[in-house]
């Protein structure tokens, strides 16, 4: 069983700096991606930074410049460094592992909230 666990969120200043983190447990698939995606009330579930296996990364336009996403294979882990935040960067970050195979798993933590005041 697979399992994801956030850590790192909580309220900062706009301008402020937060760095999330995600450990990942269990048996994956080592081809695969890891990934941060944001939520808020009303709103689908958007990806803000993914990043493969292999390093590929893509990076949601809003957050370019701003955050850099970042793993760690040895650790099963993946980061989500945050600089120059603002108020709309406001919204519970989920972290995201997908199995890059066919049939593989999507699994997801239990979101992490980030609270930018202004």
């Known amino acids: 069983q697979v399992r994801l666990v956030e850590s790192g969120g909580g309220l900062v200043q706009a301008g402020g700096s937060l760095r999330l983190s995600c450990v990942a447990s269990?048996?994956?698939?080592?081809?695969?991606?890891m990934g941060w995606y944001q939520q808020t009330p009303g709103k689908q579930r958007e990806a803000v930074a993914v990043?493969?296996?292999?390093?590929?990364?893509d990076y949601a336009d809003s957050v370019k410049g701003r955050f850099t996403i970042s793993r760690d294979n040895t650790k099963n882990t993946v980061y989500l460094q945050m600089n120059s935040l603002r108020p709309e960067d406001t919204a519970v970050y989920y972290c995201?592992?997908?199995?890059?195979?066919?049939?593989?798993?999507?699994?997801w933590g239990q979101g992490t909230q980030v609270t930018v005041s202004s």
């Open positions: 990043i493969t296996n292999v390093g590929r990364i």
């Open positions: 269990g048996s994956i698939v080592s081809r695969n991606s």
């Open positions: 995201n592992v997908r199995e890059l195979v066919g049939g593989g798993g999507d699994y």
